[in-house]
Nanobody, 117 residues
Framework: QVQLVESGGGLVQPGGSLRLSCATS????????MGWYRQAPGSQRELVAT???????NYADSVKGRFAISRDIAENTVYLQMNSLKPEDTAVYYC???????????WGQGTQVTVSS
């Protein structure tokens, strides 16, 4: 079983920055992709950013140029650096990994990000 532990959420003013972390219980190379999704109240969960085992990244249009996904192979951790935050970025952010062999998806517990003055 894969366990994901997220941290780094909180309250920040518009224009501020936060960095989310997601530590996995398994070696990072067991996953084909790692990523972050978010869900705002009354909305569906949406993709924010993903990174593949090869290091290729993909971003939602709404966060391009502001957010950056990265990984630390030695720490088995994926990060989401969020800059120039906007009120519309307010949501619960979830870490996701997909196993290479079975294609199973695993989710973190979610961390709240609130952007407000």
């Amino acid at each position: 079983q894969v366990q994901l532990v997220e941290s780094g959420g909180g309250l920040v003013q518009p224009g501020g920055s936060l960095r989310l972390s997601c530590a996995t219980s398994k070696n990072i190379f067991r996953f084909s992709t790692m990523g972050w999704y978010r869900q705002a109240p009354g909305s569906q969960r949406e993709l924010v950013a993903t990174i593949t085992i090869a290091g290729s990244t993909n971003y939602a249009d709404s966060v391009k140029g502001r957010f950056a996904i990265s990984r630390d192979i030695a720490e088995n951790t994926v990060y989401l650096q969020m800059n120039s935050l906007k009120p519309e970025d307010t949501a619960v952010y979830y870490c996701n990994v997909r196993s290479r062999l079975a294609g199973n998806d695993y989710w973190g517990q979610g961390t709240q990000v609130t952007v407000s003055s």
